[in-house]
């Protein structure tokens, strides 16, 4: 808003300028076909943006989250949907914090290539839900190899990825003496479990997320695909979920200025009792309403982003971040709904589709409701709720 440069406008105008090639009717039509978007996430691997975080000396260019997440934003800004390919951004953040030089040499080169995909991360469990340190799921070492047995749901991505970050338990609940202890994070090769121990069964959604259950029995992964110590997993995959709920907020950003974009424009064209619908409060009213909560939740979007990349804790601002834009994104879809009356309706205006896919964010990665709970709790100091 003010008329500073903007540092990322290099790396907007190029992602821009990619996703003009691929307009509304393209993701309308991967919509309506519950279809992955193949031939857009094959461009953004062929130009390097999902290889952003890569560090230079395996093939990267060694941008941080805050590059990252301006990636995202401008995907979801152009009316695509950053959920295709988002968990390659984050489960990367785990694997450079957390993971070996000899894990790092073994897959970072080959992602930077665009030859393999991170695009998985298997954590919720259908008995547990929000509640991660029940997970039931388990690991156990057996001659040199993990055996890994139990079941997890709405994991995205899975038959779009050829490795997938797993959090499994190695340490029974009941041997532990803090809870979050005793969990493992892994690398699965996907292109080797699957059939082998590991069974896909897809998820028909509301949104077109590629997402599935998943039933482990069995499954034998080497013991070099442990990532960093046995038991401290659950510590290593808070950088990824930090990760995660700051690329979140920013691909928010993008779909709350679309919404914007998209009423503002119809509201000065659509003209009804001879005058445009624009010209009324009562309807420009809300859609600056939702300009102004887009842009302050942007505000809190950067400054996760900066926290993140500069290794400090960032647990509050990455929820806080996640919880405004999820919010404020929400608010815009809805004002823009009701700015475009039936049209809004009408797939062929997409706004019935970005209104779904934003809905999203209220409840996954994380819902608001377990935001304000680490708020109180972890900010205020509140006693924990549950
Ligand atoms: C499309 C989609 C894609 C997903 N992709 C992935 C993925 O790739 N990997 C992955 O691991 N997970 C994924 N998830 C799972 C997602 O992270 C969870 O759905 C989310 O964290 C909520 O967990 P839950 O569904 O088990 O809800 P629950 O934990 O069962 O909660 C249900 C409701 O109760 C509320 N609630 C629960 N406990 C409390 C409490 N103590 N106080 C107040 N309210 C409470 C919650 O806020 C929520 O609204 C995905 C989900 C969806 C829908």
């Given at each position: 808003m003010n008329n500073e440069p903007d540092p990322h406008q290099e790396i907007r105008d190029a992602v821009r300028q990619l996703c003009s090639q691929y307009p509304d009717e393209y993701f309308r039509q991967v919509d309506e076909k519950k279809a992955y978007p193949e031939k857009f996430v094959d461009a953004l691997m062929e130009a390097g943006w999902l290889a952003a975080m890569i560090p230079e000396e395996y093939g990267g260019p060694g941008l941080g989250l805050t590059a990252a997440s301006v990636i995202m934003e401008e995907i979801n800004r152009c009316g695509g949907n950053s959920g295709a390919v988002h968990g390659q951004m984050y489960n990367m953040s785990t694997l450079l914090r957390s993971g070996s030089q000899a894990q790092k040499e073994k897959y970072l080169p080959a992602i930077a290539a665009g030859k393999l995909r991170i695009q998985s991360m298997g954590v919720t469990e259908p008995t547990t839900g929000t509640d991660t340190t029940k997970i039931k799921t388990t690991a156990v070492k057996k001659d040199g190899r993990y055996v890994i047995n139990g079941q997890k749901v709405w994991i995205s991505r899975v038959q779009h990825s050829d490795l997938m970050i797993l959090l499994a338990?190695?340490?029974?609940?009941?041997?532990?003496?803090?809870?979050?202890?005793?969990?493992?994070?892994?690398?699965?090769?996907?292109?080797?479990?699957?059939?082998?121990?590991?069974?896909?069964?897809?998820?028909?959604?509301?949104?077109?997320?590629?997402?599935?259950?998943?039933?482990?029995?069995?499954?034998?992964?080497?013991?070099?695909?442990?990532?960093?110590?046995?038991?401290?997993?659950?510590?290593?995959?808070?950088?990824?979920?930090?990760?995660?709920?700051?690329?979140?907020?920013?691909?928010?950003?993008?779909?709350?200025?679309?919404?914007?974009?998209?009423?503002?424009?119809?509201?000065?064209?659509?003209?009804?009792?001879?005058?445009?619908?624009?010209?009324?409060?009562?309807v420009q009213f809300p859609i600056a309403e939702a300009f102004i909560e887009i842009e302050a939740a942007n505000l809190m979007r950067f400054e996760a982003c900066r926290l993140f990349d500069a290794y400090l804790p960032c647990g509050g601002p990455a929820n806080?971040?996640?919880?405004?834009?999820?919010?404020?994104?929400?608010?815009?879809?809805?004002?823009?709904?009701?700015?475009?009356?039936?049209?809004?309706?009408?797939?062929?205006y997409d706004i019935e589709r970005k209104f779904r896919e934003t809905r999203l964010y209220q409840v996954a990665p994380i819902s608001t409701n377990l935001i304000l709970a680490y708020v109180a709790e972890h900010l205020l100091g509140l006693p924990r709720s549950f």
């Open positions: 338990r190695t340490t029974p609940l009941g041997e532990v003496t803090k809870k979050s202890d005793g969990m493992s994070i892994f690398i699965v090769d996907l292109r080797q479990a699957i059939g082998h121990g590991l069974t896909v069964r897809p998820i028909p959604n509301l949104v077109n997320h590629e997402t599935n259950e998943l039933f482990f029995d069995n499954l034998e992964i080497p013991e070099e695909n442990l990532i960093g110590e046995e038991g401290r997993g659950f510590k290593y995959i808070l950088d990824g979920l930090n990760a995660e709920r700051t690329l979140i907020a920013a691909e928010c950003i993008g779909d709350g200025y679309w919404f914007i974009e998209r009423a503002t424009k119809y509201a000065k064209e659509r003209v009804v009792f001879d005058r445009p619908i624009g010209k009324n409060q009562g806080m971040a996640k919880y405004l834009a999820a919010k404020a994104s929400w608010e815009a879809a809805n004002v823009c709904l009701q700015t475009h009356g039936g049209f809004g309706f009408s797939n062929e």
